[in-house]
């Protein structure tokens, strides 16, 4: 008979924990604990609760959370599931197949948007195993991998309280979830229990702001639920009379109040504004006690500053942020393609380009690129806020002077707008999802630009020669932001004197064998960004978009605050209720037996 996903909860929340088999094989128990004590390469480890293990939640206890959190509790199944007659998850096996569903799946897998709006889809899939893609043969397998079990899909704060106490009660691994817009695999873990916040969707804009922080700042101010996204956002600021505009990402479906300003938040405005981070006023947030709280510089001031980028899913859980916003600007933006078959002249295009990256950034632009092997460099777009196509164009005119003498063969143009909102909506292109690729990065520091370029040149060549490639932004996190205000917030102090952060992306299959995963691993943390590193000694890691098993990732994301924030994740989670992989404080977990099981070292 066919099993639904429903039916299969009913069971979920009806399973008695007996030796005894059960539609949903409930597996024989164990010792009875809190934690689960297991061996791994011979360190011993306390682990998370997991399904099978005695201290998994009886089902009298899931029946009781979901009644808690008014029927919002469901069972994770991968967004693909409906293309396979069957989903064999580790609660049971439910008969999936939708001919109907598998279709609108398949033509929207690499929609954002789409896999946001799902309980539980992690936008690149990586770090899900990917075992369970879209598919022509209903009869291949389709299993969890590394999905979450079970998901609570949040209406309310107190559905947010009850989750993360019902996590720290039962010790569970525990993911707080918006968007899924993640590089590092932070929205998704094996076993785990997900706390889904993309329905808190309110906005709201004053004038003038009269909340406790920062002291003195009276001036307009947003406030956002967990949930919204950065298009929404904009375009609720761009309706004004006269429009504003604020700090987000350069990705229109990136979330404003979560993992985004907690790993600091750089967008197209940093140049102007700083990063997201500094421009927050205030949070309201669920602590590890499931405790509702208010933080700002007057009230758990400490807490206020270690959310202002001191690592994501650390602290807590934000319900609702409060930032200021701007006045928005004429904006001017202008694209750029080089694309040669003659590798040396090649190299000596993007040399005339990058070693300008100082300069852009000093001339207030906002440069946006790509790199790809074997010979294309994309632009797209170069972003003048407040200046005119003259202006704009003045500013570029020793580039294209050295690019002509070169005689580079490339294509650009320009266009002018109203407001930098509707630059944003013509000139940045969306992303896709639904890709498998390892993820890692730095940033060039001005003076490593200026003094050593040669190495960063030939440290490119290095990404692009092991199967990577390269996205740039460049910007300088201080250069609008008086210094004053820069310890005000917990990021990394290094990025007040970078001019180009860089994304390295290493494509890889989820579901490769562990082998060809280790390697891969090994090549982009030893070789590819390694050669990035050495080439700008004086650079820093974005924790968003880095490689988190980079040696020394204390330093590399959060440079010297990185001890005040340790101190405060053992004042706010002391017992690592949150979890996201190269954080403060989780020095000791590890995911362990193949990835899968969140353990601590004893």
Same mark, same amino acid.
């Given at each position: 008979?066919?099993?639904?996903?429903?039916?299969?909860? $009913?069971?979920?929340?009806?399973?008695?924990?007996?030796?005894?088999?059960?539609?949903?094989?409930?597996?024989?128990?164990?010792?009875?604990?809190?934690?689960?004590?297991?061996?791994?390469?011979?360190?011993?480890?306390?682990?998370?609760?997991?399904?099978?293990?005695?201290?998994?939640?009886?089902?009298?206890?899931?029946?009781?959370?979901?009644?808690?959190?008014?029927?919002?509790?469901?069972?994770?199944?991968?967004?693909?599931? *409906?293309?396979?007659?069957?989903?064999?998850?580790?609660?049971?096996?439910?008969?999936?197949?939708?001919?109907?569903?598998?279709?609108?799946?398949?033509?929207?897998?690499? *929609?954002?948007?789409?896999?946001?709006?799902?309980?539980?889809?992690? /936008?690149?899939?990586?770090?899900?195993?990917?075992?369970?893609?879209?598919?022509?043969? +209903?009869?291949?397998?389709?299993?969890?991998?590394?999905?979450?079990?079970?998901?609570?899909?949040?209406?309310?704060?107190?559905?947010?309280?009850?989750?993360?106490?019902?996590?720290?009660?039962?010790?569970?691994?525990?993911?707080?979830?918006?968007?899924?817009?993640?590089?590092?695999?932070?929205?998704?873990?094996?076993?785990?229990?997900?706390?889904?916040?993309?329905?808190?969707?309110?906005?709201?804009?004053?004038?003038?702001?009269?909340?406790?922080?920062?002291?003195?700042?009276?001036?307009?101010?947003?406030?956002?639920?967990?949930?919204?996204?950065?298009?929404?956002?904009?375009?609720?600021?761009?309706?004004?009379?006269? !429009?504003?505009?604020?700090?987000?990402?350069?990705?229109?479906?990136?979330?404003?109040?979560?993992?985004?300003?907690?790993?600091?938040?750089?967008?197209?405005?940093?140049?102007?504004?700083?990063?997201?981070?500094?421009?927050?006023?205030?949070?309201?947030?669920?602590?590890?006690?499931?405790?509702?709280?208010?933080?700002?510089?007057?009230?758990?001031?400490?807490? %206020?500053?270690?959310?202002?980028?001191?690592?994501?899913?650390?602290?807590?859980?934000?319900?609702?942020?409060?930032?200021?916003?701007?006045?928005?600007?004429? #904006?001017?933006? $202008?694209?750029?393609?080089?694309?040669?078959?003659?590798?040396?002249?090649?190299?000596?295009?993007?040399?005339?380009?990058? *070693?300008?990256?100082?300069?852009?950034?000093?001339?207030?632009?906002?440069?946006?690129?790509?790199?790809?092997?074997?010979?294309?460099?994309?632009?797209? !777009?170069?972003?003048?806020?407040?200046?005119?196509?003259?202006?704009?164009?003045?500013?570029?005119?020793?580039?294209?002077?050295?690019?002509?003498?070169?005689? &580079?063969?490339?294509?650009?143009?320009?266009?002018? %707008?109203?407001?930098?909102?509707?630059?944003?909506?013509?000139?940045?292109?969306?992303?896709?999802?639904?890709?498998?690729?390892?993820?890692?990065?730095?940033?060039?520091?001005?003076?490593?630009?200026?003094?050593?370029?040669?190495?960063?040149?030939?440290?490119?060549?290095?990404?692009?020669?092991?199967?990577?490639?390269?996205?740039?932004?460049?910007?300088?996190?201080?250069?609008?932001?008086?210094?004053?205000?820069?310890?005000?917030?917990? &990021?990394? !102090?290094?990025?007040?004197?970078?001019?180009?952060?860089?994304?390295?992306?290493?494509?890889?299959?989820?579901?490769?064998?562990? #082998?060809?995963?280790?390697?891969?691993?090994?090549?982009?943390?030893?070789?590819?960004?390694?050669?990035?590193?050495?080439?700008? !000694?004086?650079?820093? $890691?974005?924790?968003?978009?880095?490689?988190?098993?980079?040696?020394?990732?204390?330093?590399?994301?959060?440079?010297?605050?990185? +001890?005040?924030?340790?101190?405060?994740?053992?004042?706010?989670? +002391?017992?690592?209720?949150?979890?996201?992989?190269?954080?403060?404080?989780?020095?000791?977990?590890?995911?362990?037996?193949?990835?899968?099981? /969140?353990?601590?070292?004893?």
């Amino acid at each position: 008979m066919r099993k639904s996903v429903l039916s299969l909860l $009913a069971s979920v929340l009806l399973c008695a924990q007996e030796s005894e088999a059960s539609v949903l094989n409930c597996r024989a128990p164990r010792p009875v604990g809190k934690s689960v004590r297991k061996v791994w390469n011979g360190a011993n480890y306390d682990c998370k609760c997991f399904p099978g293990d005695s201290c998994w939640p009886k089902s009298q206890d899931w029946q009781k959370l979901n009644t808690t959190v008014g029927g919002n509790l469901i069972v994770s199944t991968p967004p693909a599931a *409906s293309c396979y007659n069957t989903f064999e998850g580790p609660l049971g096996n439910i008969n999936t197949y939708d001919a109907a569903k598998c279709a609108e799946v398949t033509a929207n897998f690499p *929609s954002e948007q789409f896999q946001i709006e799902l309980p539980t889809a992690g /936008l690149w899939t990586y770090f899900t195993n990917d075992t369970c893609r879209p598919t022509t043969n +209903p009869s291949d397998k389709c299993t969890l991998g590394y999905y979450p079990v079970l998901a609570i899909m949040a209406k309310t704060t107190a559905h947010i309280q009850e989750g993360v106490r019902f996590a720290r009660k039962h010790n569970l691994r525990l993911i707080i979830r918006n968007t899924g817009h993640d590089f590092l695999g932070r929205s998704v873990g094996w076993g785990a229990l997900v706390i889904n916040t993309h329905s808190f969707q309110s906005i709201k804009v004053v004038n003038n702001w009269n909340g406790k922080g920062p002291k003195g700042y009276k001036g307009p101010a947003v406030t956002v639920g967990a949930g919204v996204q950065a298009q929404k956002a904009l375009q609720t600021l761009h309706a004004l009379n006269p !429009p504003k505009i604020m700090v987000t990402g350069e990705c229109i479906t990136v979330g404003v109040a979560g993992g985004l300003v907690q790993g600091g938040g750089h967008g197209p405005l940093t140049n102007q504004h700083g990063f997201l981070a500094d421009t927050a006023l205030q949070f309201k947030v669920v602590t590890d006690e499931g405790q509702l709280l208010t933080a700002n510089e007057s009230e758990n001031s400490d807490l %206020f500053w270690a959310l202002r980028g001191g690592g994501p899913a650390s602290f807590g859980v934000i319900v609702e942020a409060s930032y200021k916003v701007f006045n928005d600007q004429t #904006s001017t933006g $202008a694209v750029l393609d080089i694309t040669t078959t003659n590798t040396t002249l090649f190299w000596e295009a993007v040399t005339a380009f990058h *070693s300008r990256a100082n300069y852009f950034v000093d001339n207030g632009l906002y440069v946006y690129y790509e790199i790809f092997a074997p010979v294309q460099l994309r632009v797209q !777009p170069f972003v003048a806020v407040g200046k005119t196509p003259a202006q704009l164009a003045a500013v570029l005119k020793p580039l294209f002077t050295d690019l002509d003498k070169l005689g &580079v063969p490339y294509t650009t143009s320009t266009q002018t %707008f109203s407001t930098f909102y509707d630059l944003y909506l013509a000139m940045f292109e969306g992303e896709v999802a639904g890709n498998s690729a390892l993820t890692g990065g730095w940033t060039m520091a001005k003076t490593d630009v200026a003094n050593n370029h040669p190495a960063i040149i030939e440290a490119f060549k290095t990404v692009l020669a092991n199967g990577a490639f390269m996205v740039g932004h460049m910007w300088n996190g201080g250069q609008g932001l008086p210094q004053s205000e820069w310890s005000k917030s917990a &990021v990394n !102090p290094r990025f007040r004197a970078v001019s180009d952060k860089i994304i390295t992306i290493l494509p890889i299959a989820g579901n490769a064998p562990l #082998s060809a995963k280790e390697e891969a691993q090994n090549r982009l943390t030893n070789v590819v960004d390694a050669a990035l590193r050495a080439a700008s !000694p004086n650079g820093a $890691a974005y924790i968003n978009e880095a490689d988190p098993f980079q040696p020394n990732w204390q330093t590399a994301f959060w440079g010297t605050n990185y +001890p005040q924030l340790l101190k405060a994740r053992q004042k706010w989670d +002391p017992e690592g209720i949150f979890y996201a992989v190269s954080t403060p404080g989780t020095e000791k977990w590890e995911q362990i037996e193949f990835e899968t099981r /969140l353990c601590k070292k004893v």
